[in-house]
């Protein structure tokens, strides 16, 4: 059997260097080559982590040692990027958001399917123990009647940082603001925990970041399929920024996870593994909300690298799929689309209002 899987990471930015730190220590994985559209990143990162760098994608994709690729480049150019990837029959790992809108995501699950590659959408925090131990609780069933769900980000970021790269907080390119960009790890986790909303009443503002186009902070409650009530909180702009929160509450139990933590963690049955969740999961693994952006160690893609690559080489099913990614994705384009409306809007039955392009 095959033992190690070679990659190649398409954008040579800031996440690109946890990619190659998570590659490099997955023991399943081999880094093998990175490109970048402009020639002095590629170059630099190529150095960096002794590996070849390409300065054209055709030269890139044309290399057989590279079987998967890591997709880091900013979020609206990731379809522009997988589409060609796809078709030179490359394994897609693709950083959060799958793409800025639902269409885009459509024809990147599309293009992985028609070329017979596996497809894998980057959200990190899915690998943590603490969600481990919370979606086995709730598939357990633990929590009893779903009432109360909620996810709150209230992150601080510097003008600096939307000044950082000429992508940051844009339509066309960053797609969102702290829904698209920052919150949208903890509802991927809301809606893996909690299943898909129903009805969506939400608001977006800009309270910090007035130079920006996208949103600075969003609100939104939320019905669930399975009938528990929710909230989404989001936003850069509350100083100094707190670890996400994110709490399931049923009738027979609850439990928070703030940043990578399990702060509480109650049910009305104490099962025999309780004690040891709640020692293991409290211990901090280093997320916070403050303006450290890239404070972010590389433990979850490490993690997520492993199980991609397993599925690749050892056929075992794919954790976090194409389909995931759209998921979330979908979710914060509603949240938009009823802020836009001004009313509920419901999911079951979609309401008509004008549109634009990054929602649909
Ligand atoms: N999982 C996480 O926690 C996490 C954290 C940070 C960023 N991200 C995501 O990673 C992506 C990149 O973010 P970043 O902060 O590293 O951005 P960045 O601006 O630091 O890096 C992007 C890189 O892509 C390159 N690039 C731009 N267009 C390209 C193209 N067409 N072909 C090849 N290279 C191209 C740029 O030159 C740049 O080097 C975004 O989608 C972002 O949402 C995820």
């Given at each position: 059997m095959k033992q190690k899987l070679g990659f190649g990471i398409i954008g040579a930015g800031a996440i690109a260097a946890v990619h190659a730190e998570a590659i490099n220590a997955a023991g399943n994985t081999v880094l093998k080559a990175v490109y970048d559209c402009d020639p002095t990143k590629s170059t630099a990162f190529g150095r960096r982590f002794g590996i070849k760098s390409c300065t054209h994608l055709a030269e890139f994709l044309a290399?057989?040692?590279?079987?998967a690729v890591s997709i880091a480049t900013p979020s609206g150019l990731h379809r522009e990027v997988v589409l060609p990837a796809a078709r030179a029959h490359k394994h897609i790992l693709c950083e959060k958001p799958l793409e800025i809108n639902v269409t885009r995501c459509d024809e990147i699950i599309a293009a992985c399917e028609a070329n017979g590659v596996m497809l894998s959408s980057i959200f990190q925090t899915r690998f943590s123990r603490a969600v481990e131990a919370v979606k086995q609780a709730v598939d357990a069933g633990r929590f009893g009647i779903p009432v109360y769900a909620g996810a709150e980000v209230c992150w601080y970021r510097t003008p600096a940082y939307y000044l950082?790269?000429?992508?940051?907080?844009?339509?066309?390119?960053?797609?969102?603001g702290a829904l698209m960009n920052q919150a949208i790890h903890t509802l991927d986790l809301l809606l893996y925990f909690n299943g898909d909303v129903e009805e969506i009443y939400g608001r977006t503002a800009n309270r910090l970041h007035?130079?920006?186009?996208?949103?600075?902070t969003a609100a939104a409650m939320v019905r669930f399929r399975n009938g528990s009530l929710g909230t989404i909180v989001a936003s850069t702009a509350c100083a100094p920024g707190f670890p996400r929160r994110l709490e399931l509450n049923g009738t027979r139990g609850s439990a928070v996870i703030e940043g990578d933590r399990i702060v509480r963690w109650i049910f009305d049955e104490e099962f025999p593994g309780d004690a040891d969740i709640r020692r293991t999961c409290a211990e901090p693994e280093g997320l916070q909300g403050?303006?450290?952006?890239?404070?972010?160690?590389?433990e979850g893609h490490r993690r997520q690298f492993v199980a991609f690559a397993d599925a690749v080489l050892c056929g075992r099913p794919l954790r976090l799929s194409g389909s995931d990614g759209r998921r979330a994705v979908a979710l914060i384009c509603d949240v938009y689309r009823a802020a836009l409306s001004g009313r509920p809007i419901s999911l079951s039955r979609q309401e008509k209002t004008e549109v634009p392009e990054r929602m649909r």
């Open positions: 290399d057989p040692a590279v079987e950082s790269a000429p992508w940051r907080g844009t339509l066309a390119l960053d797609g969102g007035t130079g920006i186009e996208v949103e600075d403050g303006a450290e952006n890239m404070n972010i160690d590389f």
